[in-house]
């Protein structure tokens, strides 16, 4: 009598690692743990102050007006939020959302330091089940979080299922470099230097090292317009920002 064998068990990466699928949701956490206190104070120094250009950039891409319902996914320490918030107005709403709760509390606490709390919401959220009603938002945005996603096609379906329709979706992230010079030089950066920076400020290489990786690991810009298009996205598109280093791509709901 023949013996049925176990499954075998679903891999995904962690940065260059191949963990188990069910792990990485843990595994992501505990670097955003790690990190929350010191994620702001790390992006100025990692991209010399550039990221602010990156997202005011999205935000000119938005297309937001006064009374817009936004989902700030993955919105972290609250950059976009800060910026969305006195757009929507006094009817609009922002919804700052992330996975990560130390990080969700560093965004609302900078929120409530800024004076930002009449038409901001915060919610706990996997980008990959979002637990809003279909046709919810106006318009949703997702700065350097994707790449942190275990499913990443499924959270863009979500995403897609949650925009009104008219909506669009703006996904701010690190890219493939379009240059051959400047993919060597920001490799030599991402390996060498991110990490040292990142034990240098916040006492911790190895999640550093991890980001610097997953940036690797993130599809091209190529690949993740199709992706769009898979979840339902029309008229997709990319903006390469400081030469491919980071893409801004836009995809619309109709």
């Known amino acids: 009598m023949s013996q049925q064998s176990a499954p075998e068990q679903k891999t995904t990466h962690f940065g260059y690692q191949e963990v188990p699928l069910n792990e990485k949701q843990h595994k992501v956490a505990d670097v955003f743990h790690s990190v929350a206190q010191k994620y702001d104070i790390m992006n100025d120094l990692m991209s010399g102050g550039i990221h602010r250009l990156w997202k005011r950039f999205t935000i000119e891409m938005s297309g937001v007006r006064p009374g817009h319902q936004i989902l700030d996914l993955a919105g972290g320490t609250g950059d976009l939020t800060a910026l969305f918030a006195p757009k929507v107005g006094p009817n609009g709403r922002v919804v700052l959302a992330d996975i990560n709760d130390s ?42 979080g994707l790449r942190n996603v275990t499913n990443k096609q499924k959270a863009l379906n979500s995403m897609f299922r949650t925009l009104k329709p008219g909506g669009r979706l703006l996904v701010l992230e690190f890219s493939k470099p379009i240059y051959p010079w400047l993919s060597k030089i920001y490799d030599h950066y991402s390996f060498n230097l991110i990490p040292k920076f990142g034990q240098w400020v916040t006492g911790d290489e190895e999640s550093y090292r991890y980001l610097a990786e997953s940036i690797r690991m993130h599809p091209g810009q190529e690949e993740l317009k199709q992706m769009f298009a898979t979840a339902g996205f029309e008229d997709s598109e990319y903006h390469n920002l400081t030469g491919g280093v980071v893409a801004l791509h836009r995809g619309f709901k109709y």
């Open 103 to 144: 990080m969700l509390k560093v965004g609302r606490d900078r929120m409530i330091d800024r004076g930002i709390m009449n038409n901001v919401d915060y919610s706990l959220v996997n980008a990959e089940c979002l637990p809003f009603a279909d046709n919810t938002f106006d318009c949703i945005t997702i700065a350097f």
